[in-house]
């Protein structure tokens, strides 16, 4: 379990468990290097909550890899992302982003290292979707938001690889919700983030454009050596896409690894509560998963 590892109180009896509680502190500094981006033992309580949104999680994930939080409504992947993001300070632990603690950093800093594009967002009523995409290089610029041939440079990359470019001159509100989400994407794309933090990016996508996203993220995440997190509900994507899976329920990481070592039936049921077959697509080799009853 190297790629993306994410470690919870499993009992007295885990080994792993006692082995991360006996490191020192510095120990645990050097290893929040190696990765660019790293929760150490995070819990999060909301006021009024009976239980956790997180308990004692801790996740690292290295540039060039892909880690997707798999687990059903509720399970903490949105809220392990605002914390990873900085928008949500954790009841214990820490976040960190290249080494450095999400909470010391000064927002502007942390837009230049880090990008994150949440399951809803407002529409920019009036922006066409050039101008919307060309937000993301806001935290490049000077207090004149002047715009260099890099950044234009990245505005037209972000587009071309989110496909928009017969949208580009279109007004945003005027899009349907899957082309509003591609312009959500390409503009986290053109921040060049080191980190990038997406919740359910594909909710809203076509079969064609879903599969062309996950594409568009594993080999950005392999050229341009960016630390990916994503939260979603597609196993078939996971599977094919993520180098690493993190499979949660309750606030808590059931298993951790590569997505063939964790993406198994009885995990998979323990984490949703449903049985879901798993197959191999003859022709390609892929594993597909089917759910088929509740528990």
Same mark, same amino acid.
Not at 26 to 40: F, I, M, T, V
Not at 211 to 233: E, G, K, P
Not at 258 to 274: N, Q, S, W, Y
């Given at each position: 379990?190297?790629?993306?590892?994410?470690?919870?109180?499993?009992? $007295?009896?885990?080994?792993?468990?006692?082995?991360?509680?006996?490191?020192?502190?510095?120990?645990?500094?050097?290893?929040?290097?190696?990765?660019? &981006?790293?929760?150490?033992?995070?819990?999060?309580?909301?006021?009024?909550?009976?239980?956790?949104?997180?308990?004692?999680?801790?996740?690292?994930?290295?540039?060039?890899?892909? $880690?997707?939080?798999?687990?059903?409504?509720?399970?903490?992947?949105?809220?392990?992302?605002?914390?990873?993001?900085?928008?949500?300070?954790?009841?214990?632990? +820490?976040?960190?982003?290249?080494?450095? @603690?999400?909470?010391?950093?000064?927002?502007?800093?942390?837009?230049?290292?880090?990008? =994150?594009?949440?399951?809803?967002?407002?529409?920019?009523?009036? =922006? !066409?979707?050039?101008?919307?995409?060309?937000?993301?290089?806001?935290?490049?610029?000077?207090?004149?938001?002047?715009?260099?041939?890099?950044?234009?440079?990245?505005? @037209?990359?972000?587009?071309?690889?989110?496909?928009?470019?017969?949208? $580009?001159?279109?007004?945003?509100?005027?899009?349907?919700?899957?082309?509003?989400?591609?312009?959500?994407?390409?503009?986290?794309?053109?921040?060049?983030?080191?980190? &990038?933090?997406?919740?359910?990016?594909?909710?809203?996508? @076509?079969?064609?454009?879903?599969?062309? =996203?996950?594409?568009?993220?594993?080999?950005?995440?392999? !050229?341009?050596?960016? $630390?990916?997190?994503?939260?979603?509900?597609?196993?078939?994507?996971?599977?094919?896409?993520?180098?690493?899976?993190?499979?949660?329920?309750?606030? !808590?990481?059931?298993?951790?690894?590569?997505?063939?070592?964790?993406? +198994?039936?009885?995990?998979?049921?323990?984490?949703?509560?449903?049985?879901?077959?798993?197959?191999?697509?003859?022709?390609?080799?892929?594993?597909? =998963?089917?759910?088929?009853?509740?528990?």
């Amino acid at each position: 379990m190297e790629n993306a590892r994410a470690v919870v109180n499993a009992g $007295a009896g885990s080994r792993e468990h006692d082995i991360l509680r006996a490191e020192g502190a510095s120990a645990a500094s050097a290893r929040a290097h190696e990765a660019d &981006l790293d929760l150490e033992s995070v819990s999060v309580q909301y006021p009024g909550a009976p239980t956790p949104a997180l308990s004692d999680v801790t996740l690292r994930v290295r540039a060039g890899e892909v $880690a997707a939080l798999l687990g059903a409504n509720g399970a903490g992947k949105s809220t392990l992302l605002r914390v990873a993001a900085g928008m949500l300070a954790p009841t214990s632990g +820490t976040a960190r982003i290249l080494g450095s @603690d999400v909470a010391t950093k000064r927002r502007r800093e942390l837009a230049r290292e880090m990008a =994150f594009v949440p399951q809803t967002e407002a529409v920019a009523w009036g =922006f !066409r979707v050039r101008d919307v995409v060309a937000m993301g290089r806001a935290p490049h610029q000077g207090v004149w938001m002047h715009e260099s041939a890099g950044d234009r440079a990245a505005i @037209d990359d972000a587009i071309g690889r989110c496909h928009l470019e017969a949208l $580009a001159g279109r007004r945003v509100e005027t899009l349907s919700g899957g082309e509003q989400r591609r312009v959500s994407i390409a503009r986290a794309m053109a921040q060049r983030p080191r980190v &990038l933090l997406l919740d359910e990016p594909a909710a809203f996508l @076509d079969v064609r454009h879903r599969l062309s =996203f996950y594409r568009l993220l594993a080999d950005a995440a392999s !050229r341009d050596r960016i $630390a990916c997190v994503v939260a979603m509900h597609d196993l078939d994507a996971a599977a094919r896409f993520a180098s690493a899976a993190i499979l949660m329920r309750e606030g !808590r990481v059931l298993a951790s690894g590569t997505p063939d070592d964790v993406m +198994t039936p009885a995990r998979l049921e323990a984490a949703l509560d449903a049985e879901v077959a798993v197959g191999v697509h003859a022709p390609s080799g892929e594993r597909y =998963f089917l759910p088929v009853k509740t528990r």
